[in-house]
């Protein structure tokens, strides 16, 4: 068809030829205007590769004319994808001329000659025509074309409503576009009243600004005064008008968020005319600043982050002092709230880009200096941790870094640009400004020093460690008189460090530390590019640690004279440090022999205690008191004097797990990391030292002095925080105050008794002052001094009360505290287990972690207990069971790991919870792959043997049934008890998922426990373990493993006696009324297909003639109910024992079909009983309606009720529709169901026989009388799953029902005599 409709002179006959062309052409014009930008463009590719290939003119003309009507197509999306493909076609076809398409367009959106309503559309098509000739880039050639568009732009301007200001600034990119000469010769004189009219609109200012950039030798000052009366944009008389021109530009263009075109060129302009103050300090700060709105503000500091890059350094130097960057500071400030726009960010991108793009050294450091001197009370708002510096050249940073060092030593607010809010100079009339002004501006520098180590710049390892001796110097020491061997001491400070700046410094010094220890190695040098290779962290290029070199530094500023140490050493704890640095240099001789791991981890340890002597003394005393003993008994080579005596690993695991108690990361980072360099060392006892911390049996008998440390409400805080702890939610915690003040109640209300006592004595007491005589014969005094007691009794007991409160809050602070700490253990175990899972104390977990599992199952459920739990179960599943790892050294363990797999069997049939059993049982089914990975000499059950024949066809069938150091025996005795209970106890926490994964995995446990199951069957507790039995005895039996360990006979006996089994199974059921009933039969059904298959494809000797009977007795109307799954099930099997299912015939009665169809109505006309006025008048006279209808023909089966149908229809052997085979796809032939064939097949039946009789109802109308035998499908008759002794009880009571349903569902139908 696309040929006849392009041959010939079809195209002038038809200008609408080109459309019986076919549909492809044509949809790209549909695809051009889909929302989506990726089909537009790939329709706007495949339009031009088409319109190429083709050369047809028809369809270019075609193609012009469409594209030209989508220009004002009304959806929004449309409009640009036509004007794409509009240039593209354009720039592809140079023949087309421009002035030809423009009038097309003009024409086709005339503004002049379209309704009112399509104003809007018109003016849209020709502001995007425009566009398409502009993109094309053929419009600044054709001279003629270009005056045109720039006209019909500049009456678009007036259309403001519907286009605002796109036609100016699609003006202002042609003008940027077009060459000097063209703009002098065709566009100045056209732009001439928009140039001079400059000053009424931001739009006209930035057409003016951006021409003077782009044609100076144009708009020259001389010609700048014959339009608007000055030779220069930027001067006193204008800058009045440029304010308001700029506060309107700003407040047009506040929803983007971006700094204004027009503002950009004017600063540029303004540069170039030598007037940059004048614009800065008039215009902008004086101008711009005084209108305090949010757009304007937001526009100063978007100009002033713009402007960075262009200007000079004096300029810069003016700008960062000025009261733009004051305000921009009192910005950051008062907008640290969450729901308030923050600048800031959007700042540190404009300096980002700065020092990026930005070579001089000079100007770079004034940036940097000119921002981190805007403070807010001494304290820089730039931020501490600002990554910019990143970006500095080195020697600009080494300055950069001087000058932080000096401001520190002797700070000087005459060269900051300090502030304050409003609510600080309210509140600052108690405070020392000028100590609190420097104590801030301290923090600020040291974290920044800090951090610049941390940040990605490019660096020395001589920078890092001038910052790094910077710090500790100034955190630990202090200059008694100035000298030049310490550099640090060589310039006093003007005012001195109190207390609080030296626990600042300490502070960020520790975090330094930890940075320094997670530190790459830097430099360039080969060795430095094999450590970074190995992964090596916190080492120098020649491989010394960091902290190493600043334990070097702190002993050489103990030696020095003209410093000081904040806090003194005593003679002991001077002792000890030289003891460290004594023991660190005998490691450090021997780093290079064996063991190198072990030499690490103590010269790590022992190296970071020395630091943490300048910190905390007295505690850090005993901790390197013990290390000090413990390095030399792991390094001396005299053996052990006592027995009893701790080993040097028994001693290194308490000093780890004391440490790991502490906030600080970086100890617990070390600790963990040296805990792994020990691990090949670790002994029993050392193992069991970490598990009694993880004990929940022994928390509550003993207070471990590692877990409840004596800490202030600070300290516990911030260990809550550091570990993320401390996320519980503030309503959680009133709800557990709440709840401590009922239980306080409850408990008052037991003390009431003695507190009644007290107050009951001391108003007898009071009583007796005066007498036998009634209290309103009481004197003042006695008054006084009964109330006195009795107040006093009250405040003792509310003191009582408080006492007890805050006694549970400390133990809720511990409890944290305590869980918080075997959190952190677990991080111990966890690399214990997986960097020696072949070592044999791994056997030693297993318990513990089962342990705190069972607790934590039966413990509170808080998030912490949660991750707790979690942290557990991971480890105990991913680390343990689950590694392919494990010892390989297990003959010596042998008959403990029997008793430990014995055990835990037991302890899992014991449980009552399936999830805490199915842990127990997971741990003993590794140590069976423990036990059975392992070979012995000496072992005594030799492996399961093979026929002849399969060990030989087999190879690798011994490998799959070797027992290794299995005892078979007793293991096989373990299981079987654990099997038998779990089909013959009625509640079990054991499950089939457990068995059959031990099946699975160990195919060796099949044969001894086949038995068990083939037993089961019938000996289950109940119906649901009998289903159990033969579900694990179907998966056991598609082991291929499981016949190459028996013979053919021991197989074929199986088969025989599963089968028997089955038969008598079957023989038990009854009416399958009970869910129970009903899953037994199906596994069972599944079972034999599996059975009977073997046997007719192995051809085994099996008598079938006992399942015969059974299976046939099963199908009657009391055997397998009406479950189109079981009958699926069913007939899968019968088709083994060459049954097969009764085809459903379809007959009709044409005679009766015949009658009927005289009776239809006409087509599309509904039947009398259906209309309103005669519904009421049919059910009356026919009243009680017999089940048959009017025309003597049985009803459908959709109108008889349940309890009606014959026993053929239930068993669903009826002849009925075709479409219940369709039913059955879902099963497979081996009679296994697939997901979804099972209950919920049976479950729909109503939703899929209302869809039915919609359907049959259409094909009746139709007149398909032939057919409507087969209408009705006989899977109606067997819906539902109510009983179907119950139906036949409701039979006729439900008679009347049936024919009043029957009228008011269809006219009539029919079904086949039933056969």
């Keep these: 068809m696309a040929e006849q409709g392009g041959q010939g002179g079809g195209v002038a006959a038809d200008p609408r030829g080109v459309l019986r062309q076919g549909r492809a052409f044509l949809d790209f014009f549909w695809d051009i205007a889909k929302p989506e930008q990726e089909v537009r463009l790939a329709a706007t590719e495949n339009l031009l590769r088409h319109l190429k290939e083709g050369r047809k003119d028809d369809e270019l003309k075609y193609t012009l004319k469409r594209l030209v009507e989508g220009l004002g197509a009304t959806r929004e999306a449309a409009r640009p994808g036509f004007s794409l493909a509009l240039a593209q076609v354009l720039q592809a076809f140079e023949e087309i001329p421009m002035c030809s398409v423009l009038e097309q367009i003009k024409e086709k959106h005339n503004l002049e000659k379209v309704k009112k309503k399509l104003v809007r559309n018109a003016a849209f098509g020709n502001f995007f025509g425009v566009v398409a000739l502009f993109q094309s880039g053929r419009l600044i050639k054709d001279r003629k074309a270009l005056l045109e568009s720039i006209q019909l732009l500049q009456q678009l301007a007036h259309h403001q409503t519907h286009l605002r200001d796109l036609p100016r600034k699609t003006l202002i990119d042609i003008m940027s576009e077009v060459p000097e000469a063209v703009f002098e010769e065709v566009l100045f004189g056209i732009l001439q009243s928009d140039l001079a009219s400059a000053f009424t609109s931001p739009d006209n200012l930035h057409l003016l600004l951006v021409g003077i950039q782009k044609f100076p030798s144009v708009l020259k000052p001389k010609n700048l005064k014959k339009l608007f009366g000055s030779p220069t944009v930027v001067n006193e008389k204008n800058i009045p008008r440029l304010v308001e021109l700029l506060q309107s530009a700003a407040k047009s263009e506040k929803k983007d968020k971006k700094l204004p075109s027009v503002v950009f060129d004017l600063l540029q302009v303004s540069l170039k005319e030598g007037a940059f103050e004048l614009f800065w300090k008039e215009g902008v700060e004086n101008g711009l600043l005084k209108e305090k709105s949010g757009p304007v503000s937001y526009m100063c500091y978007r100009l002033l982050g713009s402007a960075l890059p262009l200007l000079s350094l004096d300029q810069l130097q003016m700008v960062l002092k000025g009261k733009v960057m004051q305000q921009y500071g009192e910005h950051v400030v008062t907008t640290q709230l969450p729901d308030r726009f923050k600048f800031a960010p959007e700042m540190e991108g404009y300096i980002d880009e700065f020092l990026n793009s930005c070579d ?34 080195p ?52 974290h920044r020093l800090a951090n610049i180590i941390e940040s990605p710049v490019k660096k020395e390892e001589s920078l890092v460690m001038d910052i790094s001796r910077f710090c500790f110097f100034h955190a630990f020491f202090e200059t008694k008189k100035k000298t030049s061997q310490i550099s640090e001491a060589n310039v006093l400070p003007s005012d001195p460090l109190d207390e609080e ?12 530390l930890q940075t320094l220890n997670t530190l790459t190695v830097l430099g360039d040098t080969a060795k430095a590019a094999a450590l970074r290779e190995k992964h090596i962290h916190g080492v120098t290029a020649d491989g010394k640690l960091w902290i190493f070199l600043l334990v070097e530094y702190a002993n050489k500023l103990l030696s020095s004279e003209h410093v000081k140490a904040v806090k003194p050493f005593t003679k002991g704890q001077r002792d000890a440090w030289e003891r460290t640095l004594q023991s660190v240099k005998n490691l450090q001789k021997k780093e290079n022999k064996s063991d190198s791991a072990k030499v690490i981890a103590f010269q790590q340890l022992l190296l970071l205690m020395a630091i943490h002597l300048f910190k905390n003394q007295s505690e850090t005393m005993d901790i390197l008191s013990d290390l000090l003993n413990c390095t030399e008994k792991a390094f001396s080579k005299e053996p052990k004097k006592k027995k009893t005596e701790p080993g040097w690993v028994e001693v290194m695991v308490e000093i780890l797990l004391s440490l790991l108690a502490q906030p600080s990361l970086l100890v617990r980072r070390i600790s963990k990391s040296v805990f792994v360099r020990i691990c090949p060392n670790l002994t029993k006892r050392g193992l069991q030292l970490i598990l009694d911390v993880l004990d929940p049996y022994q928390e509550q008998n003993e207070e471990s002095a590692v877990v409840v440390m004596e800490e202030s409400e600070k300290k516990i805080k911030s260990a809550q925080d550091t570990d993320e702890e401390g996320s519980e939610d503030s309503s959680d915690e009133g709800d557990t105050e709440e709840e401590n003040d009922s239980e306080d109640e409850e408990k008052n209300e037991e003390v009431d008794d003695d507190f009644r006592t007290q107050l009951m004595n001391v108003l007898q007491a009071g009583n007796a002052l005066g007498g036998d005589e009634s209290d309103e014969e009481l004197d003042d005094e006695a008054m006084m001094a009964l109330d006195k007691n009795i107040s006093a009794l009250f405040a003792e007991q509310q003191k009582r009360i408080q006492a007890k409160k805050n006694e549970k809050d400390r133990m809720r602070k511990e409890k944290i505290l305590r869980r918080d700490f075997k ?36 413990s509170d459920s808080d998030k912490q207990e949660i991750d707790f739990l979690q942290k557990t179960a991971n480890i105990f599943k991913n680390s343990l069971c689950r590694t392919k790892q494990y010892c390989k050294r297990v003959d010596a363990l042998k008959e403990d790991l029997h008793a430990f797999v014995e055990r835990l069997v037991k302890k899992a049939c014991k449980h009552t919870d399936s999830s805490v059993a199915l842990y127990y049982f997971s741990a003993s089914l590794y140590l069976l792959k423990v036990l059975r990975g392992n070979t012995s000499d000496k072992s005594s059950t030799p492996p399961t043997p093979l026929p002849e024949k399969q060990s030989n066809t087999i190879p690798q069938a011994c490998q799959l049934l070797s027992t290794g150091c299995l005892d078979m025996e007793r293991v096989t005795v373990i299981y079987q008890q654990a099997l038998t209970q779990f089909l013959t106890k009625r509640n079990s926490a054991l499950t089939s998922s457990m068995f059959h994964d031990l099946f699975r995995r160990f195919p060796i446990m099949c044969k001894p426990l086949v038995d068990t199951l083939v037993k089961s069957i019938t000996a289950g507790a109940r119906q649901h373990q009998q289903a159990q039995a033969c579900l694990l005895l179907q998966k056991v039996l598609l082991l291929r493993e499981l016949k190459l360990s028996m013979t053919e006979e021991e197989w074929e006996e199986l088969i025989r006696e599963s089968i028997s089994q089955v038969t008598e199974g079957l ?105 309103r006025k005669n519904r009421k008048k049919g059910i009356e006279e026919n009243g009680v309606a017999p089940v048959a209808s009017e025309d003597g023909e049985p009803a459908a089966p959709e109108e008889q009720l349940l309890g009606t149908e014959t026993p053929k229809q239930k068993k669903g052997l009826v002849p009925g529709s075709s479409k219940l085979k369709n039913r059955n796809k879902g099963v497979r032939e081996n009679g296994v169901p697939v997901a ?53 009880k409701q039979g006729k009571a439900n008679q009347q029902k049936q024919g009043k349903a029957k009228k008011k569902r269809k006219e009539k139908k029919t079904t086949a005599p039933q056969e």
């Design 823 to 858: 959190i952190k253990v677990l991080d111990l175990i966890e690399a214990f287990l997986t960097k020696q899972s072949e070592n044999p104390l791994v056997f030693d977990v297993i318990e513990p972690l089962l342990r705190v599992i069972e607790q934590c199952m039966s």
């Design 1236 to 1288: 979804g064939s099972g209950e919920e097949a049976v479950n729909g039946g109503d939703a899929v026989a209302d869809k039915k009789k919609k359907k049959n109802m259409k094909r009746k109308r139709k007149g398909d009388v032939g057919s409507e035998a087969e209408q009705v499908p006989s899977a109606k008759k067997t819906k539902g799953s109510v009983s179907q002794e119950t139906q036949q």
């Design 360 to 393: 001089d050294l000079e100007r770079q450091l004034a940036v940097m200096i000119g921002f981190s001197t805007l403070t807010n009370q001494g304290y820089p708002v730039f931020s501490s941790s600002s990554r910019v510096v990143r970006h500095l050249q």
């Design 1067 to 1171: 023989k038990m059921v009854g009416k399958c009324i009970v869910k129970a009933d009903k899953e037994k039969v199906a596994k069972s059904l599944e079972l034999l297909n599996i059975l009977l298959k073997t046997v007719t494809e192995q051809k085994l000797r099996v008598k079938l003639t006992e399942l015969d009977k059974v299976l046939v007795a099963l199908n009657q109307p009391e055997g397998i109910g009406n479950s189109a799954r079981l009958d699926s099930l069913y007939w899968n099997v019968m088709r083994w024992l060459n049954y097969t299912k009764p085809k459903k015939e379809k007959t009709a009665n044409k005679p009766v079909q015949e009658a009927e169809s005289l009776k239809r109505k006409k087509k599309g006309f509904l039947p009398e009983t259906k209309k």
């Design 501 to 512: 700046a030296h626990s600042v410094a300490e502070n960020y010094f520790f975090g330094l």
């Design 395 to 446: 020697v600009a940073l080494q300055k950069y870094i001087d000058w932080l060092k000096d401001m520190f030593l002797r700070p000087d607010f005459d060269c900051c640009l300090d502030f304050s809010s409003n609510r600080q100079k309210q509140n600052q009339e108690n405070v020392n400004i000028p100590q609190h002004k420097i104590t801030r501006l301290r923090k600020w520098i040291i």
